[in-house]
């Protein structure tokens, strides 16, 4: 069996027209990407510097996404990112940072804006 008869090389031209509607395709089924876990940023005000805990921490948030340091001292990072390539991105997120008594000592909280009034 020959196998060049089987396998005909496709011209450039058709090949990346292929490629292109692949594209398009593939980018109207998964137009998005996700990266992170969801947290409830409906309770960062309740977080109060100076007082609230490690442990109320990771009741009101659950296990953070990330951990690091920051200062010698440690961070937890609650992340929640949906990039869409098509529309708005959706992004929320928060860094909690611990003094060394596991207590709240600052954090900060970014969201998307919702508007096109930034």
């Not at 005000?45 to 296990?63: N, S």
């Amino acid at each position: 069996m020959n196998m060049h008869r089987l396998f005909t090389p496709i011209h450039p031209i058709k090949l990346s027209i292929i490629l292109l509607v692949n594209f398009i395709m593939l980018t109207n089924i998964t137009g998005c990407a996700s990266v992170g876990q969801e947290f409830a940023a409906s309770r960062v005000l309740e977080l109060k510097i100076g007082e609230t805990t490690q442990q109320e921490v990771r009741e009101m948030f659950g296990a953070p996404w990330r951990i690091g340091i920051e200062d010698g001292m440690p961070t937890w990072t609650y992340g929640e990112y949906h990039y869409f390539l098509f529309g708005t991105d959706d992004t929320k997120d928060l860094v909690v940072r611990f003094d060394k008594q596991k207590i709240v000592r600052s954090y900060t909280f970014n969201t998307t804006p919702k508007t096109s009034d930034q």
